[in-house]
């Protein structure tokens, strides 16, 4: 059976029966096979083939199992990239060398891994090998392709291509899925399709509205929840409202009251103090209805994990830090631990002169900052008066007040990167920046968490510098979209910056 191809070119193949029933094409009047060796020809033509970039399983290694009953092409140039990092000591290094060894397993009873194995989901994965000098003859699409960017041994471009010698020898949609999208771009201009990869994306509407919900109730239901703190409500009135989600109660424009949705289904008033008083140091008073809700959740036992989204200047940093000091010096937690990833998360930090707590002073500066503003104790205003040294005698050196705890190990502001294989028990752990975490990194914190110890996750998805993640697929979403609505998980957002009214217009109309 001799077929000509789409673009009608005069390079022709023939369908050679294989075993099993299936099909494998190869030249016209020749002996040797080449489309089929080289994984360029599905196993059948029903459902899609998706070419999979090195970001995407660098990104979730599990990803070869999401694609249900549709194919799945491997290039081999991909493993090439992935080889580069298999070894690093990091997320990503391990990430990949996870990736080689489900390859490993999935290919191990296969005749010729270019003809593809069957996956858990109905579907297949085959290697594809992009070669130009063995190929068939290039369509018209690939020649114009080469004209455009004619660098053949840049990576990006061999997947292209390769995805262009797919498109000629299968009838089924070919799509690219990358994170690039740079990539993305190229791919649409020389017509493939492409998606990012969705699978640990949220909803846009999750990470755009900061706003809190508002739940109407009689006057009456207002009048008792002021007076009793509690209300208990029907299912058809909270549809959307998940567990630990603070709402405002309304009875007509003016009449509103803060409260949260408990695990039995009853709206509960704010339990917190009218101040965080820090001993022998200054107190932080909640300057709008965000900081309270999310000063409730932080005083909350029975909550193990706070995710807080918040704009430049909204005081999540400032209020998490008070709030786990205001509980460590009330006992309720042995020590408060602080830390913020070190973009990427795992980066070597030799470059940097001097110990550890020297290489990671730039990057925790801000955590620094903060528990300075709060420990400090209550001086006046203005200059001090110089006082007149003792002579002959060595100036004393007067330790802040968080150094002499971080002396007593009471206090710890570390590198993440080292997180890996702990167990934290009874920790009041608050992580800043928590935006810059892929998906696996965020699991790999929250398993990090033992008995009594409480995770709080805070960071502006807008502000991103991992070129890993997005707004929508990033630890800190990705951490609350997965473990919404369970008993011990609540989310607050705050939309009102209060450093100041300069970085308030900065961070709305900059």
Not at 271 to 278: Q, R
Request: hydrophobic share 35%.
């Amino acid at each position: 059976m001799i077929h000509r191809t789409e673009e009608g070119q005069s390079a022709l193949f023939e369908e050679i029966p294989e075993k099993g029933g299936g099909t494998r094409k190869r030249r016209a009047g020749s002996g040797s096979p080449i489309a089929s060796d080289f994984g360029l020809t599905a196993p059948s033509q029903l459902v899609k083939n998706y070419v999979l970039d090195t970001n995407v399983l660098l990104h979730d290694p599990a990803s070869l199992e999401r694609f249900k009953e549709n194919h799945l092409c491997i290039l081999v140039d991909v493993l090439a990239e992935l080889d580069k990092f298999k070894s690093e000591q990091t997320e990503r290094g391990a990430n990949a060398r996870r990736v080689h060894r489900r390859l490993t397993e999935m290919f191990s009873s296969a005749e010729q891994v270019t003809h593809g194995v069957t996956t858990e989901g109905g579907g297949t994965v085959r290697l594809v090998i992009y070669d130009p000098a063995s190929c068939p003859k290039n369509s018209d699409q690939l020649n114009r392709f080469h004209r455009v960017f004619p660098d053949r041994e840049r990576v990006d471009h061999r997947i292209l291509a390769a995805c262009l010698l797919l498109m000629q020898y299968n009838q089924a949609p070919v799509v690219l899925v990358t994170k690039d999208i740079n990539m993305q771009l190229k791919a649409r201009a020389v017509g493939i399709e492409c998606q990012d990869y969705l699978n640990d994306k949220v909803d846009a509407r999750e990470v755009s509205n900061y706003e809190v919900c508002r739940v109407e109730v009689d006057p009456s239901e207002l009048h008792r929840f002021a007076s009793t703190g509690d209300l208990p409500i029907s299912e058809d009135r909270i549809q959307g409202v998940a567990v630990n989600e603070y709402v405002l109660l309304g009875a007509g424009e003016k009449q509103t009251i803060p409260a949260r949705l408990s695990a039995d289904g009853r709206f509960v008033r704010l339990n917190i103090p009218e101040v965080l008083k820090i001993p022998d140091g200054q107190s932080l008073k909640p300057l709008n209805l965000g900081q309270r809700c999310l000063i409730d959740a932080l005083l909350n036992p029975d909550i193990s994990l706070v995710t807080c989204y918040g704009h430049a200047g909204t005081g999540k940093t400032l209020v998490a830090v008070a709030a786990g000091l205001h509980e460590m010096f009330n006992r309720k937690y042995n020590g408060i631990t602080v830390s913020r990833p070190v973009v990427s998360m795992g980066d070597q930090l030799g470059f940097l002169p001097g110990s550890l707590d020297e290489k990671m002073r730039p990057w925790l500066q801000p955590i620094h900052d903060a528990l300075d503003l709060l420990m400090r104790p209550t001086t006046p205003l203005g200059p001090r008066r110089k006082q007149q040294k003792a002579t002959g005698a060595a100036p004393a050196t007067v330790k802040k007040p968080y150094e002499i705890l971080m002396e007593q190990g009471i206090l710890e502001i570390e590198a993440l990167c080292y997180i890996r294989g702990r167990s934290i028990p009874n920790r009041f752990f608050i992580l800043d920046e928590a935006q810059q975490l892929t998906p696996q990194e965020a699991k790999t914190i929250v398993t990090r968490m033992s008995r009594d110890s409480k995770l709080v996750l805070v960071g502006d998805p807008a502000q991103i510098d991992n070129p890993y993640v997005d707004s929508r697929s990033n630890g800190l979403v990705y951490t609350r979209n997965r473990l919404k609505g369970q008993p011990f998980v609540a989310h607050v957002a705050l939309n009102r910056g209060e450093r100041s009214e300069l970085a308030e217009a900065g961070a709305q109309l900059m």
